[in-house]
């Protein structure tokens, strides 16, 4: 027995020794890679050395002679940091994703073949100005000096996640940069989905009234009556009902779905309106979450002077930041920029399509792609004149698409002579709000609001290609058209003076939470579908209320928690439900209802993550969509799981006859809203009882409400993911302006999944006391104490300080590399 045991002692030691030993020899290979920053190296391509100056704050402060060289500094420095982010974001524009994670990714490989953007990348080079060459060019040198670094130094391949996922790395190549701006693109655009759920939609709902209800158009003057698909599209009756089997969408797919395309608020003060006297800029553009975040704060020290703000690791140019003179904040659009066109095959033969002309063969296309752990596959590619034919398991396509007929896709982003870099990298270099606009001129895709701001003005103005329509348009864009009737064919771009500006206005203060910015009539409405009509009520408030703002108003403004959808909403769906009803003994279900209905009357709309009416609100309103759209929509509303505050409105105010929806068809009796509403908050109930228990007191919406910080790749693997998932409870909501939108669906609703990954505040009477912050770290390595370390002054709505000022940045630094030229 006592062998026994000394030999299983041994064994048991043995293995706690063997374990330990794998633990640190795994350690030692992922921190190779770990970044060293207060070096001197050597290289090919500087004219003269670049200092990288890395602040406490781990941002990279870049001098070069030139600015080649300096934009050769960034190139390194992104490498440096996150290599694998964009390296996988160079495959997956490249739709070669699959080559390292198998057939899990096939699908997006599939479609951004079919894209072809990859492609218009590489032919866009040609496009720009050669300044904007050189500084492509330079960039890629310095990506691919590290590179080298890696190779020659045995670095840990570059980044942990080589040691799971290994793969060649390609040099980086100009067009790598351009091709991730179009793969930007399709992470902010809805248009595609929405179109084909208007026609969804259209299919289900008899009533067009009822149409108007539940796709309803942002405030403002409407359009005319547009036909119905049906009658407009031969053949799409008997899709009614059509549904497609839901896949779970990978976390590395760009293809987002209309509530997460993209959002952002940015707003300015004109020096008569600082208390300060110079001129205030606010931004926080909002991405889905991810760890690390998409950008990555730098400054860069050009000839024209000092830049810093945010960067998107693969790009040479400040996205969102400011200079000595400009300040410059982004916002999506919501442009109208793409279409979809239902094509008809000529029956006589299936190569060909039907156009104003006549039949028409498709271009054609064959590419391999390459599948680990699998045989390739060959795609065959088509285009018609419209654009991209499109499988019909794109966003649902094939339940609007009838037999005979395929969709193609029209997209301003669908060009080889895409300007977009060279109009960054002038607005870069702007010393004025006069050349910034000039600059903007070049802007292609994705479509944005630039505000901007110098020492005298202010201004905003939506910048990318406008598709010129004809006014006689069979759906006015708001729909899928026919592909062969001529007058729905796009006549190329509007004018760049056709895109809404607003400079200097009298009020001396303007701003954008992607609301609705002009009332016009089409085809130069810009769109049928904004981002937000809730969150710029409280934008407005909150400007009116001071004659004069502060970097800390500005601040205040950006970490606002208030719902003003909450407190326009409950007075309507609860407006007989207050204080109304029996004594109710305790335990029961009337008597959690009355708790909970005490509790939202006495509530200011405040989406605190500590409070615990927050969490009854929102689970609701959840509720309360669900009540009103699932008998009338079967299937397809799991398509609006979104609560819609204009949705919701029009039918509790009855607007049109809206409050039709609360009659639930298939029952005898006819429901009220009153019953409707009585009933969702009851759902919601048993749903928190069930999850959270019945102390509805003791709720807490940030235990909801947590930020999912989550590795694309990594986050999923079990005991990995507690290493490289960052979680955080926070306040706010789909329409606060410190917006933190929820999942929508799953067993957790109401995760944060997409909000502000970036926060910029500028004060240009004292441009060092700007401030920003990212929602992780500049480190995309799970082992650099800079992976995360930004991450709780973000929740907790700090910043760190913003300047040009080379002394403030080496006062603290955490290294400074030098990259000296190598002898020839």
Known sequence: MVLIFKWLLRLTGGAILLALLAVVGLYFLLSRSLPDYDKQLAVKGVSAPVEIVRDNANVPHIFGASDDDTFFGLGYAHAQDRLWQM????????????????????????????????????????????????????????????????????????APEMFLFNAPIAPWQPADSIAIIKLMAVQLSAHLENEVLYARTSLEVEDEARLADILPEAPGSGIAALPDYAALMPGA???????????????????????????????????????????????????????????YLARLDLQSGGVIGGTIPGLPVVMTGRSHDLGWGITSSYMDDQDVFIEKLNPDDPDEYLTPE???????????????????????????????????????????????????????ALTDADTTMTAGMRLMKSASVDEALAAGQLYVAPSQNLTLVDHDTIALKTIGAMPRRNAQHDTQGRMPARGWVRQNRWRGTSPYSANPEFIAPSGGVLGNTNNKTVDRPFPLHV????????????????????????????????????????????????????????????????????????LLSEWNGEMNEHMPEPLIYA????????????????????????????????????????????????STRTETCTDIARLALDDALVWINETYGTALESLRWGDAHQATHDHPVLG??????????????????????????????????????????????????????????????????????HYDDMAQLWRRGEYIPMSL????????????????????
């Open 805 to 824: 000022d080379p002394d403030l940045a080496r006062a603290a630094a955490v290294g400074v590399t030098v990259l000296e030229p190598a002898a020839q």
């Open 358 to 412: 006549g039949p028409k063969p498709f271009r054609t296309e064959r590419t391999i792609i390459r599948i680990k752990d699998a045989d390739p596959i060959t795609l065959t590619l088509r285009w018609t004149d419209n654009g991209p034919v499109l499988p019909g398991s794109h966003y649902d396509l094939a339940t609007i698409t009838p037999s005979g007929h395929v969709a193609a896709l029209s997209w301003t």
């Open 237 to 295: 009756e008997g899709l009614r009902h059509a549904a497609l089997p839901q896949k779970d969408q990978h976390p590395l797919s760009p293809f987002k779905k209309r509530a997460f395309a993209g959002a952002s608020n940015a707003w300015a003060a004109a020096p008569a309106r600082s208390a300060s006297g110079g001129a205030l800029l606010a931004n926080d553009p909002h991405l889905g979450f991810t760890a690390p975040a998409i950008w």
């Open 87 to 158: 390296v996988t974001l160079r495959r997956t524009v490249q739709g070669r994703l699959s080559e390292v994670f198998g057939p899990r990714t096939i699908d997006i490989d599939k479609l951004m073949r079919r894209y072809g953007l990859y492609d218009l990348a590489r032919r866009s080079v040609a496009a720009q100005d050669e300044a904007t060459q050189q500084a492509l060019r330079a960039y890629a040198a310095g990506v691919n000096a590290r590179l080298t670094e890696i190779n020659d130094g045995a670095l840990g391949r570059g």
């Open 527 to 598: 769109s049928f579908v904004w981002g937000d009509t809730q969150r710029v009520h409280r934008w407005r408030r909150l400007m009116q209320t001071r004659a004069v703002h502060t970097r800390d108003s500005f601040i205040e403004a950006q970490l606002d928690t208030v719902s003003f959808t909450a407190r326009s909403l409950l007075p309507l769906i609860g407006k007989d439900l207050w204080f109304t009803g029996e004594a109710a003994p305790e335990g029961t279900p009337d008597r959690q209802r009355q708790r909970a209905l005490d």
């Open 716 to 785: 999923e693997v079990p005991l990995l993911r507690y290493f490289v998932n960052i979680r955080q409870s926070t306040s706010g909501g789909d329409n606060t302006l410190l917006r933190g939108r929820t999942k929508g669906s799953g067993p957790d609703p109401f995760q944060n999944v997409h909000g502000a990954g970036f926060r910029g505040v500028y004060d240009f009477a004292d441009p060092d006391s700007s401030v920003f912050i990212t929602s992780t770290g500049q480190s995309g390595h799970f082992l650099s104490r």
């Open 619 to 666: 689970a609701w309103l959840r509720a309360l969509q669900d009540r009103l759209t699932r008998d009338d929509l079967g299937p397809l509303a799991r398509e609006f799981r979104h609560p819609d505050p204009v949705f919701i409105e029009r039918v509790y105010r009855d607007i049109d006859g809206a409050s039709a929806w609360c009659d639930v068809r298939r």
